[in-house]
């Protein structure tokens, strides 16, 4: 028998707004009006402006740790853009700040939590997004059972996971998209691909040609997009978002952006980044290529640049007070929000902290609660 | 459908047991099997509450690889009674954001052991979810499956996790010995607003006893008096409880008579109980079908220690699993489990020194 085709398939990569500033008229027609660009680089601007407050939090030791998002903002509002707040879900990793205050978390919400409060991580009744998860790739799991949810309610919400390069090793990912794909969960999948797995490069990561191939696998329309480019990012997502509304599952988006800044203030990029290639990404900046679009349209100028940077700085400041002013925890809430109900060998630990009983028995410090019916 | 924006971590749309009522006599009802039993609870939450859903390896067209959902799919559909890929941490770590938003699945695991490849979803995500999200975000799902030795599976497949699991906090663990309990304790586990790790054993799917056909919800942390008895307090939980009356039977016809108590959960434990019984027999023998470094007999032992050390009058001891890997061989597994002939002889050692 002569040898047939099983499979063919190809990645499409999409650039509407390049680095140049040159503009696919055709392909960005009506994507985003001037209203919401101008939105999206404010937006951008007061995000790179926390980044780098935020840094020097940690760095005069007001803050844990923090990784800061710089450079790959775009990603996050042009994604952003497509979804509905208060109805779609966001379930974020921890290098999309600027997507979740779009879905409208406060802002000092993600101070509080780098800042190691738990209470930072308590999102609002009416903000549909996940609390932000550090170990790579376990939300993505998340994320397909909640689209699953939304899809047994019965609903046209969608949900949106972000994650890097990196995450796309572990096997969490490939669950998550398989689970996704056989039960048409309405997830968007966004992968950031910033070249960096802390220290590891995206060739050591993974021998494919792109990220976006890997949802071939699992059966799922994928596409490569600039992700340094509001426009791109917004015309995959509208896509993707009427596949999921219309029960049609999940779709995979492959950001190509860059890490600016180090991993976290716990790393130090400049020990294995050849700075040649930092300087070229730095060229790609979306902040600076978003601003050009803007000018191009004469909607932006110097002189609105200044006043708005002054403004990122007043509310970074303002975001910080508010971070820093919510009142210490008490240590009795360690105990709080273990279960519906504490149970009784709970409440008694928790009463053992108080009286410092610790070593004496329970009958003899008044903690008789629990032995009550001997 | 599911129409209403619960709260995840909110319980008030559940109907919740009535605890104030007698559990049902048992005398009089019909006599199932265990997984039968299982089924009934399951089926009667899912009946009682749309976001209740079953997901697991060959749950649905093949009615579970050990029949304990047998005829679900056809009363509840392929949406609800689902067929999973070969994929438990993908299933577990979907169904942590189902739960996120206001589900309540249950997750079958066909074996605990299988569970370890979910480690991450279970462990680092569903007990500590309320917790790392100050309350926010609740995680009400049942784990359930088959746990420990289930005979001649070999050391992979034969894993009994509560001494592993149980270590964590956020995540309540119950362990039924019999039918009877199965059904109550499911269906508290099911209408839990918490995580539970619910243990079964592949070795009494097949027992049976009398259960009441209409629902009821055994409370967690309720330890069942199995027997009473002045000698020796026999402390155990799951499939050993049923070895530990076999073997107070036999002693009794020997004159000693042991206070067989049944934990039902492991957490949350009920210390009162024992507790009350260390104080009336002296003496204490806890029986635990897992490894016996840092296990719950450890614990056990430790919690009685700690609160009525001056009432014993020998040392506590235990009865474990030997501290090595499941064997294969089948004299050799039986001889590695606790087993009445093992519990009969610690008894008589510490009720004769």
Known sequence: MPKTTAYTASIEYISILDEQGKFDEKLGKGLITDEQALDLYERMTVCRQLDEFAFKLQRSGRMGTYPQNKGQEAAAVGSALALTPGQDWVVPSYREN??????????????????GDER??????????????????????????????????????????????????????HEAMNFASVLKSPVIFINQNNSWAISVPRDKQMASETVAQ??????????????????AVKYAMDDAVKRARAGEGPSF????????????????????????????????????????????????????????????????????????????????????????EPHTELVRQRDTMRTSSLGKDPSQTGLKNTTQNV | ???????????????????????????????????????????????????????????????GAYKVSQGMLDEFGPKRIIDSPISEN??????????????????????????????????????????????????????????????????????????????????????????Y???????????????????????????????????????????????????????????????CIEAAEKLAAEGIECDVLDMRTIRPLDIDSIIASVKKTNRVVVVDQSWPFAGISSEVITQICERCFDWLDHQPVRVNTEDVPTPYAKGLEYAYLPNPERIAEAVKNVVNA
């Open chain 2, 1 to 63: 459908m599911i129409t209403a924006d619960l709260h995840p971590a909110s319980i008030e749309n559940v109907p919740q047991p009535d605890f104030s009522k007698p559990l049902p006599p048992r005398e009089g009802d019909r006599i199932i099997q265990f997984r039968e039993a299982l089924k009934e609870a399951m089926s009667h939450e899912m009946r009682q509450d749309e976001r209740v859903f079953l997901i697991g390896e060959e749950v649905a067209e093949y009615n």
């Open chain 2, 181 to 243: 309990d199965a059904k109550g304790l499911l269906a508290t586990a099911i209408a839990d607003p918490d995580p539970v790790f619910f243990l079964e054993s592949e070795r009494m799917l097949g027992d049976k006893a009398h259960v009441p056909e209409e629902q009821y919800y055994i409370p967690f942390g309720q330890a069942r008096v199995c027997r009473e008895g002045d000698a020796v307090t026999l402390v155990s939980f799951g499939r050993p409880v049923n070895f």
């Open chain 1, 98 to 115: 600027a997507a979740l205050f779009m879905m409208g978390l406060p802002m000092h919400y993600v101070l509080q939590y780098w800042m």
């Open chain 1, 253 to 340: 988006i492959e950001a190509v952006t860059y890490r600016l800044g180090d991993h976290t203030t716990a790393d130090d990029a400049r020990r294995y980044r050849d700075p040649q290639e930092v300087e070229a990404w730095i060229a790609r900046d979306p902040l600076i290529r978003t601003r050009k679009y803007l000018e191009s349209k004469k909607l932006w100028n110097q002189a609105k640049d200044d006043t708005l940077q002054e403004r990122a700085k007043t509310i970074v400041k303002e975001v910080v007070a508010t971070a820093e002013g919510v009142s210490k925890p008490e240590i009795d809430s360690i105990f709080n929000a273990m279960f519906a």
């Open chain 2, 90 to 179: 993908g299933f577990a770590g979907m169904c942590t954001g189902a739960a996120m938003y206001g589900l309540r699945p249950i997750v079958e695991f066909m074996s605990w052991s299988f569970s370890l490849v979910a480690a991450d979803p279970i462990l680092n995500n569903v007990p500590k979810m309320l917790y790392m999200s100050g309350g926010q975000w609740g995680c009400p799902i049942v784990f359930r499956g088959n746990d420990g030795a289930g005979g001649q599976l070999g050391s992979t497949h034969s894993w009994c996790v509560e001494g592993l699991f149980a270590n964590v906090p956020g995540m309540k663990m119950a362990i039924p010995s019999n039918p």
């Open chain 1, 120 to 173: 930072g991580s308590q999102i609002p009744e009416n903000v549909k997004m996940t609390p932000l998860s550090v170990p790579i790739g376990t939300h993505m799991l998340h994320a397909a059972g909640i689209g699953y949810a939304e899809r047994i309610r019965g609903t046209k919400n969608v949900v949106a996971t972000y994650f890097g390069d990196g995450a796309t090793s572990e096997g969490d990912f």
């Open chain 1, 214 to 231: 890997k949802a071939l696998a699992y059966g799922m329309p994928t596409v490569r997009v600039d992700g340094n480019d509001i426009f």
